[in-house]
């Protein structure tokens, strides 16, 4: 007989021998079973300090980064210190951080959460299962990765997924922050970039028809593994895709307080321990990138994954209207980390609470604030009635109201019901979307219970949750949710860039394809409809011209179906001098497998840019559902760099549409 069930039996044949003499205790009520509370486990492995053999650039900050993320934890976000691991340099090998991992998930129970922080170097080895577009793994480095021939020993982005995957199979929450990047620049004034390129590890570089130098990227490549199932995680990450991760002498900022460490996990850990209680992994990671851009506005963090609008180290959803943050300057102008990309227009009403407080606490509530005027990502604010609080108060602005001539991307909702009505608020909440008949969205309930995200032109966008996920899986609502606030996002940046206020400052533009076996470029004609059609696995060569009497400056911006803003590289920092052409020829573009008839309906678009001035449009970036340092770029009162806040531009579009064959 199993124990649980014994001991009852046990008890009840005492009481029943008992002396006839011996008064009876009354019955007593059963006490409900103790439900263990979640707890909080975390992995923390900070590697600096690589075997000398390798010559590999050290990282001083790394394994003090590891401890510093451990104390904040354990202090400020109620982990205990008996269920932290900390493994630094020697320790962490790759099986040692494998077996920590296995033992945290082994110890775990359903509803506990789990974390892995890795400080240290990234790095790509080359593709072992052909998912990878340009032929690389994105990889962590640890500290006996080694030198060819020992090639196979970094965790690749296909073992993460593993881990992932292992972890889900006990809980749902599962948070990994990375303080390290998989691609990356050489670095710049005395900065150590936290990367290994893999030339410099004796590896061939990415599969490409051109030279790598030559060449620049245009179909968006596969997400790492990790990020490309559907697993229940979110991700911090130091740096988007192509972007630099630093570790910065502190020497050179008294704000810091070591010499050196890494730029990212000090901004989150300042940002956690001055965290609100409802204030979600958006929210942290999109306050810490502010502390991250104002040092090195070359490193952009990132958040993604279906649940990084979930509250922080909780399984609840972050409920209610954006946070953005308020400061005022030394003039005494309030202003808004926010502006026209988030949908915040002249006329929009924020409640104002301070930043620690809970977006529900009306008691809290400071006041009210009205945008007077607004950029790309920061607006200028007026209060109303109540007098604003001293200029040291952190504090936090809440939408109320749109303004009257905020444009916002429109969605219907063929469904009904209270799961149907819970997601159209849902959608309404961030601020980017709003549910009208006729609108260029559908969202609509299939037979087999899952939502199917319907585009301009019918055809399914990529945005569908799994089967029953409207009433059983909340993650996957959210999944959709931010991907379609990610979408809206890109659209309204696209939209404000084509409203570009000189048209005298045109560029020329040619674009041709290379085609297999073909001798040369050939020029590309427009379909009936206005795109230009390539098939999967040619190449673009796009020419630029300076048509005007004075130097321009080009960018090229490419946006793609899901929401995917990014540069393409190629661009020289140099002016075109009047008369002079710029040539980009582009990596094959690939449609990922799966993804035919998606691509068949939808459009890549290459904005082409002409500024009188180099101009920054960095803030206007993202990666799909992943979230980057967009939204409020920069302090609420630090005059940043506004991607729109130029002498003049021109954009001009060519719209792309990939298939399978001609």
């Known amino acids: 007989m199993p124990l649980p069930a014994l001991l009852p039996s046990c008890l009840l044949a005492v009481a029943v021998a008992a002396p006839a003499h011996q008064a009876a205790e ?220 630093y570790e910065v002498d502190a020497g050179e900022d008294a704000a810091l307080d070591a010499r050196q460490q890494g730029l990212f996990t000090w901004s989150l850990t300042r940002a956690l321990a001055e965290a609100a209680p409802d204030e979600s992994y958006a929210d942290l990671l999109a306050r810490a990138a502010r502390h991250v851009q104002a040092r090195e506005p070359e490193q952009r963090p990132i958040v993604s994954g279906p649940l990084a609008s979930r ?132 969202l609509e309930r299939a037979g087999d219970g899952r939502w199917r995200v319907l585009g301009p032109s019918g055809g399914e966008l990529p945005f569908a949750t799994s089967g029953g996920a409207s009433d059983g899986a909340p993650a996957e609502l959210e999944r959709l949710r931010d991907g379609l606030a990610c979408l809206a996002r890109a659209r309204r940046a696209r939209s404000l860039l084509l409203r570009g206020p000189a048209p005298a400052l045109a560029l020329r533009t040619r674009l041709q394809v290379v085609r297999a076996g073909a001798e040369g470029p050939v020029e590309l004609a427009p379909e009936a409809d206005g795109t230009l059609r390539v098939a999967s696995g040619e190449s673009l060569v796009l020419e630029l011209q300076n048509p005007t009497a004075h130097p321009l400056h080009a960018a090229v911006l490419v946006f793609g179906p899901e929401g995917e803003v990014a540069y393409l590289d190629g661009t020289s920092e140099e002016a075109l001098a009047s008369g002079q052409k710029l040539v980009i020829p582009t990596q094959p573009l690939e449609i990922p497998p799966g993804f035919e008839a998606f691509y068949a309906q939808s459009e890549l678009e290459l904005l082409v840019i002409a500024t009188p001035e180099r101009h920054d449009f960095t803030p206007l970036l993202q990666d799909g559902v992943q979230l980057g340092a967009t939204r409020g770029g920069g302090s609420a009162a630090d005059p940043t760099a506004d991607p729109l806040a130029c002498s003049g531009w021109w954009a001009g579009a060519l719209r792309l549409r990939l298939v399978t064959g001609r």
């Open 311 to 442: 509250r922080l180290f909780s399984p609840e959803a972050a409920r209610g209207a954006p946070r953005f943050e308020l400061a005022r300057d030394e003039q005494g102008q309030w202003w808004l980390a926010g502006g026209k990309l988030d949908a915040l227009e002249s006329g929009a009403r924020l409640a104002v609470l301070p930043r620690d407080a809970r977006r529900d606490d009306l008691k809290a509530r400071l006041g009210e604030v009205v945008v007077e005027r607004s950029g790309a990502q920061r607006s200028a604010l007026r209060w109303t009635g109540a007098a604003p609080p001293a200029a040291s108060s952190p504090a936090a602005g809440f939408l109320l109201a749109h303004g009257a001539t905020a444009l916002r991307t429109a969605f219907d909702l063929r469904a009904e019901g209270d799961a149907a009505e819970e997601l159209a608020r849902s959608l309404e909440a961030t601020g980017l979307l709003i549910r009208a008949a006729g609108a260029e969205l559908t």
């Open 26 to 245: 009354p019955p007593q009520a059963a006490e409900p079973p103790r439900i263990a509370e979640p707890r909080r486990r975390a992995l923390l492995v900070g590697i600096g300090a690589y075997p000398p053999r390798y010559a590999w650039k050290p990282l001083p900050g790394a394994s003090g980064d590891a401890l510093r993320m451990q104390r904040v934890l354990v202090e400020r976000a109620g982990f205990a210190q008996a269920d932290t691991r900390l493994l630094t340099d020697a320790q962490a090998t790759h099986l040692g951080i494998q077996q920590a991992w296995a033992s945290l998930v082994a110890q775990s129970r359903p509803g506990d959460l789990l974390l892995f922080y890795f400080a240290g170097h990234g790095s790509q080895l080359p593709d072992q299962d052909g998912d990878e577009l340009d032929g690389f793994d994105e990889t962590l480095v640890p500290f006996d990765a080694g030198e060819p021939p020992a090639r196979a020993n970094d965790i690749r982005d296909d073992r993460l997924a593993e881990w992932v995957a292992a972890a889900n199979a006990v809980t749902p929450n599962v948070v990994l922050i990375f303080d390290c990047c998989s691609s990356g620049s050489a670095a710049r004034g005395g900065r150590v970039e936290r990367y290994l390129a893999p030339r410099a590890r004796g590896f061939d570089g990415p599969r490409t028809s051109l030279a790598p130098a030559e060449v620049a990227p245009l179909a968006r490549p596969l997400q790492p593994a990790y990020l490309r199932g559907s697993g229940s995680f979110v991700l911090l990450s130091a740096c988007a895709s192509g972007r630099s991760a």
